[in-house]
């Protein structure tokens, strides 16, 4: 207790310094907290998406494994016939053809994304608990379903156009209830308009629903099998690509808030240092009446490690803070939560801290417990 008591009367003699060193310290492990976290809540929100889509299996082309969404629309019609006779032969409920197509900018607000579907394909197929709010729940030619949640945020009502490009345009004919899920940001249309705004037959993916007693990995393997140039992959399939590439976004943010970090370890060893030079007398003094050089050196690595600890609890609250206000944000844009501070990431920037402290605190902790005794003594 002692010792504490010595490392607090400190921090406490240099108010300012102190101050400065736990901002530094709590701005650069907010930062890492702020990066890493989103990682985690695409983790989360990508998980819950997934366990909220109905089919098992998605067909893409081969070398475009991941989501659908962003794949150019690649497989032809006749290797879609192929799988479709393949389906028939092991017995699955559906295969759905799929468009997508992206229209907008960076803003929420306006920016809208069409999923094709074939005629007679209503939404609730892929997503499962959709349910029409207004209007019709499957697109028709020449009108268009909207998520509800979208809906809501662009001010679609039934009636309003849809401006595919200059000349197709549709009109909203359903509106869905907000289930959660990723329905509530999307607009569903007719396959057939998507096609001819991107001049192709083609499509971006297969979506196959397998019967209760099917095992996804099984089918999945005989629909590869059956048509070559694609990839089958099913539900676990995409969490493993999405984990790989979150993984390595993962490490640039880290990476990126590496440099915050450096500087708030930059910022407790220049304070400990101070404090070790204007101490010198004072260490002079403990080892004249008997304290020991391990004394010395566990007392002012204790500081650096109470600054770093300090800031980084500071920094982990803040972080959470900033989190939550990202959420309510991103939840009423487009109803998903982007960022989530967790357990393991609340304690790795805490780890991450007091090694930044610890490292940063050895040096000086080093050089006070060698100071000669007639030498610290004798200075002023």
């Known amino acids: 207790m002692e010792i504490l008591r010595l490392v607090l009367r400190n921090l406490l003699a240099r108010p300012v310094r102190s101050l400065l060193t736990l901002l530094g310290v709590l701005i650069a492990t907010t930062s890492m907290v702020l990066f890493l976290s989103f990682g985690e809540g695409l983790r989360r929100s990508l998980a819950q998406e997934l366990s909220r889509v109905g089919p098992a299996i998605q067909v893409v082309p081969e070398g475009t494994e991941g989501l659908a969404f962003g794949a150019y629309p690649e497989i032809t019609p006749d290797q879609v016939r192929a799988l479709e006779e393949a389906g028939k032969a092991l017995g699955v409920r559906a295969l759905v053809p799929t468009l997508f197509l992206a229209r907008g900018g960076f803003d929420p607000r306006t920016s809208f994304f069409f999923q094709g579907l074939p005629p007679g394909v209503g939404p609730d197929l892929l997503y499962p608990g959709v349910e029409a ?8 030619e020449g009108g268009a379903v909207v998520g509800g949640l979208l809906a809501r945020r662009a001010e679609l009502a039934l009636g309003h156009p849809l ?24 607009i569903f249309v007719p396959l057939a308009p998507l096609q001819e705004v991107l001049g192709t037959e083609n499509y971006s993916a297969v979506l196959v ?6 095992k996804a990995e099984e089918v999945a393997q005989a629909l590869e099998a059956a048509v070559p140039g694609l990839r089958a992959q099913t539900t676990g399939d995409v969490m493993r690509f999405a984990e790989r590439a979150l993984r390595i976004s993962d490490l640039v943010r880290f990476g990126i808030s590496l440099v915050a970090l450096i500087v708030g370890g930059l910022l407790v060893a220049n304070t400990v240092m101070m404090s070790v030079y204007e101490r010198t007398r004072e260490f002079g003094v403990m080892r004249a009446l008997g304290a020991r050089r391990g004394f010395i050196f566990r007392l002012v690595v204790l500081e650096a490690l109470l600054l770093a600890l300090l ?7 803040l972080g959470g803070v ?3 206000l990202i959420n309510l944000y991103t939840l009423g844009e487009v109803g998903l939560a982007l960022s989530a501070v967790t357990l393991r990431l609340s304690l790795f920037a805490l780890l991450v801290a007091l090694g930044l402290g610890l490292s940063a605190g050895l040096l000086p902790a080093y050089n006070a ?8 003594l004798g200075r002023v």
Do not use: C, M
Not at 133 to 140: F, M, N
Not at 209 to 214: G, I, K, T, V
Not at 369 to 376: D, M, Q, T
């Open 133 to 140: 709010r207004e209007g019709r729940g499957t697109p028709t």
């Open 163 to 186: 401006r595919l490009s200059p000349r197709v345009e549709l009109r909203v004919e359903g509106i869905l209830g907000e289930s959660g899920g990723l329905a509530d940001n999307l």
């Open 209 to 214: 629903a397998l019967s209760p007693e099917q």
């Open 311 to 317: 800031g980084g609890l500071g920094g982990l609250a």
């Open 322 to 324: 900033v989190s939550h």
């Open 369 to 376: 417990s060698r100071l000669p005794v007639v030498e610290a």
